[in-house]
């Protein structure tokens, strides 16, 4: 939409902020993802026909939702026309007829959290829950999603199209889970955004150490369902991807080499981020639920406090270590505590943790953990050990950066 003219800017401004608001309250009225786009198009289309003529509605996002809604109606009429009856089937009755539908403020706040539920039910395989989301609820083009994930667009347009027809043909409700299924299901919409924000944290492979496009979209998404659904579980991943994200202008250095938290500048770190981040925490922490996302949360706050990196509480750290393991024990919870206790009491104590971890067959492909294995032997003085460790390292690195990274860790030890 090119903006030739005051009403043509006021489309495109109601497109940027309430787009995805009307295709969701599109969505739960005509049923059908596809449709639903298509009205939504139809329906900014009319927008700029009609608006520069009529001028622009008191009420922009109901007239939206009015507009594609019969466009849609008409669309489908038309086409029972011509369609052979077994083809149109349901086509022609999911257009459902509501007048106030778009009127209810509550309801269609409501779409929103609906569509990323549905978005992240977990009958879908999990990559097709990451592209839909995307797709639909952050509305990336599926050009976007597959260059930030480096998958074929091709690829990516037919992940999303099996997810839209599992959702039609398995019939899955268009709703927010009731309050005894929300805990397992609320699990499954966190993992996927905390998925979206990881992989614009710490791109898993490419040119650079983070996209920060995709860390934008997934704190965008966070705070939408914090908005809608302030859980302390979402409270808490709220938080977490603030106070990591707030470091993300110390984490490169201007040609883009990876520089590690102990090295970082911290005046680079933004302090309003920290700020709200730690906030979240504080309120998170007041409902005494205690989970995942809200304990590694609380340790990135931690983090965020420390003046210096020798300032930083080791202690509490590993405190806090100790309770994540007990809500969610994984090897990699293990070894983030390992490094913890290494920083703590010393290399030798967190080796002898790594190494536990690998003799178990845990993490063995797993690049970080023969990274962190390959630094305390190196702090250790056990140089054969550690180059081997960064060479194992190095072989599962697939960012440009870390490998350049890794490389120079190598070349030191030779020295």
Partial sequence: MAATDPVHETVNAVYLSDSRRVLATLIRLLGDFDVAEEALHDAFRAALEQ????????N????????GRFKAIDSLRRRARFDPLDEVGDRANIAVVDEAAWADEESVEDDRLRLIFTCCHPALAPDAQVALTL????GLTTEEIAQAYLTPAPTLAQRIVRAKAKIRDARIPYEVPARADLPERLD??????????????AASSGASVMRHDLSVEAIRLGRLLVELLPEPEALGLLALMLLQDSRRAARTSKSGELILLDDQDRSLWDRDQIAEGTRLVERALSSRRFGPYMIQAAIAGVHAQAST???????EIVGLYDVLLRADSSPVIELNRAVAVAMRDGPEPGLVLIDAILNRGHLSDYRLAHAARAELCRRLGRTAEARTSFERALALARQEPERRFLERRLAELSK
């Fill in 51 to 58: 608006w520069p003529r009529d001028g622009v509605p008191a």
């Fill in 60 to 67: 922009p996002r109901a007239w939206l939702v009015s507009a």
């Fill in 135 to 138: 797709r639909e609820v952050c």
């Fill in 309 to 315: 990196a020798a300032a930083t509480d080791w202690e």
């Fill in 188 to 201: 499954a919409v966190l993992r996927v955004i905390y998925l979206v924000f990881n992989e614009g944290y």
